[in-house]
């Protein structure tokens, strides 16, 4: 009996304490309670100052930028919601983060966000050769790498992807983006944030997306970085919205607002975007980030009159968080009080940007592991991926009489300012990427066996001096095939690098004139941030690999494609313009009144040097008859369109079949072809395989007014591959 009030007592006595205990814990830091209930519970405890804190975000240690070199945040406030961490490693964050844990009332983690734009420290092909490569679950590799090493170094929020639709290549930042086309850049944003973000954000090496940047920032006006854009609804549902809902619908937890003023409303005080589009029509959850002073420059750009109005104006448009100007630290509170941004809208910010906190497990995991490098940078499965991705992402765009792949026993002469170089190779926004880990085409062809590589630099990217013209032809002429190395520095695109011109600085044109005349076949390798004007590169030379900027692993993938051990699977995600006089151009484009001969440029071809969607390969495929399982159908029927391609050369490769959809009569009219799907097969040689093309009426068929309504019209369509064109009719 004794035994049995003793046992009560201290059963009570225990759960009493472990009552205590719960009570003690306040709801938001029990993890067993819903994200929605803990933000609940912190919002209702948190002061109007602290909330403000949360929408704003400095920096942390060196910005690297030289776009945004900025004064040094010396003395961080701890309640700080967010910080770019300029970090190699986790110590500096983990420091920052002990502060905002231990020395702040509520305890609330900072979110450290950096642009882990294409790798970390392995660096990869720059986005615009990602696309090229047709293969979203490469890319998608490619980000989990990124994310990795990015997670381990403290970061749990990347600044990418940037899923930009540009079309004038003279913009630097189209090196950032998919290319040009809406669907391929839609499939790329999903992939992209699906693979940064995994399926549960808590996870170690799941890291948030941002999409940016929201949204029409690649429609630049001549090509020139941070000037207004013209586009109409109609466009922007058109051409510059669908990747952006793309990635919304993969569950990107965020997105950044764009600096282009959108035909009179600056993108980052855009209220239809970020709040009725983005918020309302999209039901986004997430949060709006700024771009860098993107609040501030509302004043610049004519909207606010001083940086308290540009708060007030980004805020109540929908803009969540302040990238770096620290105005809404500075006027929100002011601006809540004299009722100019209502209290409601305040909350709703500092709402989504808590949970994600929440949603990313701070508040449990507030802290990163310090891991020594080389357990989590530059790792042999990571090299292997940016070697893949740098394969599969490079274009064959000539190859006359074969001249690649290169013969056994062969001797080359590399030539060019490209040809030693490792820096140029990384590309622009390298994270913390370095040359010194960068693998040259000298040293990837050199470690090739079978092959005697000889070299000279022939001249520099740009200038005059053509001193070392002389030393180059004599290289070419005891070779027995030329490699010249030709392209941009990797400063020449990304931000603020805008160029009146794509063609190669004319140094580098005439040194390949030059070598031609040593009379050996030429193969010109590219290296660029953008497409290229080659109109005095492209005829001259035997063959052309655009070999983009292929990040770490780029001379052993060009070793790997040009001794024919790859065969080359890339195609153009951008037009290569004829000259820069074409510009803007892009394959769908609308039709002209006068189809044909009129209107046509005087001086010049109309059409381009090279195609969306073209690229060869060692191979060759030949494409059976498109067929489909009904060509008249209702809007409820799928049909399927199939097409056989086999692989008639000697050599194992990967093709993709891009399907495309054209309706020829519509209320709004429709651009000559759009691209609908695409799919990248490896078909062994001699083998054959089928490629099917479920249609879905409203998916594929239907096209958006310019409030973003849905609508689908019976009659004719056309499904385009290659040059085949199949009519179906969608029945009244
Ligand atoms: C760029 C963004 C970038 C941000 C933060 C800006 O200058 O436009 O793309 O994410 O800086 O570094």
């Known amino acids: 009996m004794k035994r049995i009030f003793f046992l009560s007592l201290i059963l009570a006595l225990a759960l009493t304490a472990d009552a205590k205990k719960k009570q003690s814990v306040p709801p938001y830091k029990d993890p067993s309670l819903s994200v929605e209930t803990r933000v609940v519970d912190l919002m209702s405890r948190m002061t109007l100052h602290e909330k403000i804190a949360q929408l704003n975000q400095y920096t942390l240690g060196r910005n690297d930028n030289v776009n945004n070199i900025d004064e040094v945040v010396s003395k961080i406030p701890s309640e700080v919601g967010s910080l770019i961490y300029f970090g190699d490693g986790a110590d500096l964050r983990n420091a920052m983060q002990k502060k905002a844990m231990e020395e702040t009332r509520l305890g609330i983690p900072i979110l450290f966000g950096f642009d882990v734009i294409h790798g970390f420290r392995t660096v990869y092909p720059i986005p615009l050769a990602l696309g090229a490569s047709w293969n979203p679950e490469l890319a998608g590799e490619a980000c989990r790498v990124a994310a990795q090493e990015a997670y381990d170094a403290g970061i749990n929020w990347t600044f990418s992807p940037m899923v930009d639709i540009a079309r004038d290549a003279r913009w630097g930042r189209i ?62 549902w058109d051409t510059y919205l669908p990747s952006f809902e793309a990635g919304v619908r993969a569950g990107a937890a965020t997105l950044m607002s764009s600096f282009n003023n959108i035909s009179g409303i600056p993108g980052s005080a855009n209220h239809y975007t970020m709040t009725e589009v983005l918020k309302e029509k999209w039901g986004h959850d997430g949060f709006v980030v700024a771009d860098w002073n993107a609040v501030v420059q509302l004043v610049n750009q004519g909207m606010a009159k001083d940086g308290k109005e540009a708060a007030m104006y980004a805020i109540n448009a929908g803009l ?23 209290m409601e809208r305040v909350n709703d910010a500092v709402r989504r940007v808590l949970t994600l906190k929440f949603r990313l497990g701070l508040f449990e995991n507030p802290y990163t592991e310090e891991k020594p490098e ?55 926004w390298f994270g913390r990427g370095r040359a010194e880990d960068v693998i040259s085409i000298f040293d990837g062809l050199s470690e090739e066996s079978g092959i005697a590589v000889s070299y000279a630099a022939g001249c520099d990217f740009d200038g005059d001096d053509k001193s070392g013209f002389q030393e180059a032809v004599n290289v070419a002429s005891q070779a027995d095939v030329v490699v010249l190395c030709l392209g941009e520095k990797r400063k020449w695109s990304g931000e603020n690098a805008s160029r009146s011109t794509i063609a190669l600085p004319s140094i580098q044109e005439e040194l390949l004139a030059e070598i031609v005349k040593a009379g050996k076949p030429v193969v010109v390798l590219l290296s660029n941030g953008r497409s290229l004007d080659l109109t005095r590169i492209s005829p001259a030379a035997d063959a052309v690999l655009e070999i983009w900027q292929p990040g770490v692993m780029g001379g052993k993938a060009v070793a790997g494609i040009l001794t024919g051990k790859y065969n080359p699977s890339g195609r153009l995600n951008v037009t290569f313009p004829y000259t820069t006089g074409q510009i803007p151009v892009y394959y769908n484009h609308r039709e002209s009144g006068r189809r044909g001969s009129q209107g046509l440029y005087q001086d010049i071809p109309s059409t381009p040097m090279y195609e969306f969607g073209y690229g060869l390969s060692y191979t060759t495929y030949d494409y059976g008859e498109v067929t ?10 799928r049909i399927t369109a199939k097409v056989t391609v086999t692989n008639s050369g000697e050599m194992d490769g990967k093709e993709t079949v891009q399907w495309y959809i054209c309706d020829p009569y519509s209320t709004i009219t429709r651009p000559v072809k759009e691209l609908k799907f695409f799919e990248k097969k490896l078909i062994p040689a001699g083998d054959s395989h089928t490629f099917e093309f479920e249609i879905d009426p409203m998916r594929d068929l239907s096209f958006v007014n310019g409030e973003g309504e849905r609508f689908l019209e019976p009659g004719d369509y056309y499904i385009i591959v290659k040059d085949q064109k199949v009519k179906i009719t969608l029945a009244d």
């Open 374 to 428: 080389n357990e989590r940078i530059l790792l042999p499965a990571s090299l292997e991926v940016a070697e893949r991705a740098a394969l599969e992402s490079m274009v064959l765009l000539k190859n006359e009489n074969n001249v690649l792949p290169l013969k056994s026993g062969q001797k080359i002469a590399l030539i060019g300012p490209l040809a030693r170089n490792q820096e140029d190779l990384l590309g622009s």
């Open 628 to 637: 489909v399982s009904a060509d008249r159908f209702t809007a409820e029927d």
């Open 175 to 236: 090196a950032e983006g998919y290319g040009e086309d809406p669907y391929l850049t839609s499939v790329f944003s999903a992939a992209s944030v699906k693979a940064y973000q995994g399926d549960d954000l808590s996870q170690p090496y799941n890291i948030a997306a941002c999409l940016k940047h929201y949204v029409g920032y690649g429609a630049s006006e001549a090509g020139r970085d941070y000037v207004p854009t013209e586009i109409s609804r109609q466009t922007l």
């Open 320 to 342: 969540d968080m302040d990238m770096v100007d620290n105005l809404y630290m500075e006027h929100l509170e002011a601006l809540v009080n004299e009722g100019k941004v209502p």
